[in-house]
């Protein structure tokens, strides 16, 4: 028997804000809790290894976030693109974005909201149902705190439950030293194994890229970043 497809499922805004309350300041720059898709992704994939005892291999990485408007918010669209175009240089990465809802009066000073998106956590939920039906992946690992996600990973649980044969899926979620009650999906009465990553797992897969910056913009020269070992 071959090595089980291991799909991972980031819900990047989550992974993100996460991050950051776990292992940064909320207040701090941008770039702090951003990592790379594909180490994390690798970081994953040999958890899921140990914790199945099984050989595994890294099938897909699937990303869903909010794309920023390019009318509304020029340098965020800038951003968004360079970091995603560098995401796309690995042929495992797959991205789905949907546009950010903006505002009313976004762009004034009387504008006191933000851009908020809209159908990522559908979009996420409905990939690791009918991709598992599909059995386009053996072991599917979702990384996200919402609970939107339940009933979806609920239905792949009963069915890996029903026959074992079948697709099953993992969550995964930051853990750092000052959390408290760290964040994680959880079912109501049935066991889903949580992915616990805690800061080592965190600075092997964290990106100091500023993708604010133009890409030909001088770049902080500084040590290698903790993580730079790790092959993708």
Not at 65 to 75: A, F, L, N, T, V
Not at 118 to 131: P, Y
Request: net charge neutral.
């Amino acid at each position: 028997m071959g090595a089980k497809r291991v799909a991972v499922f980031f819900d990047w805004q989550n992974v993100y804000m996460r991050a950051r309350e776990s292992f940064h300041s909320a207040h701090g720059p941008a770039v702090e809790g951003q990592v790379d898709p594909v180490d994390l992704a690798h970081i994953l994939l040999k958890k899921t290894g140990e914790r199945n005892e099984c050989e595994v291999a890294l099938d897909a990485i699937h990303i869903y976030r909010g794309r920023p408007g390019q009318k509304q918010d020029e340098r965020a669209f800038s951003a968004y693109r360079r970091q995603t175009s560098q995401w796309a240089q690995n042929r495992l990465v797959s991205l789905h974005a949907r546009d950010l809802r903006y505002p009313y009066g976004w762009g004034t000073d009387a504008c006191v909201d933000r851009p908020r998106e809209k159908g990522v956590d559908v979009a996420l939920a409905i990939d690791v149902v009918t991709m598992g039906r599909d059995e386009k992946y053996d072991i599917g690992i979702v990384m996200s705190a919402d609970y939107d996600l339940v009933p979806a990973l609920d239905y792949m649980v009963r069915r890996h439950e029903v026959d074992a044969s079948r697709p099953t899926v993992e969550v995964a979620a930051w853990k750092g030293e000052s959390d408290g009650r760290p964040l994680r999906i959880r079912l109501q009465g049935k066991p889903l194994w949580c992915h616990w990553l805690g800061s080592s797992d965190y600075w092997g897969a964290v990106d100091e890229t500023d993708y604010a910056l133009p890409a030909d913009a001088p770049r902080r020269v500084g040590p290698p970043k903790p993580g730079m070992w790790l092959k993708r």
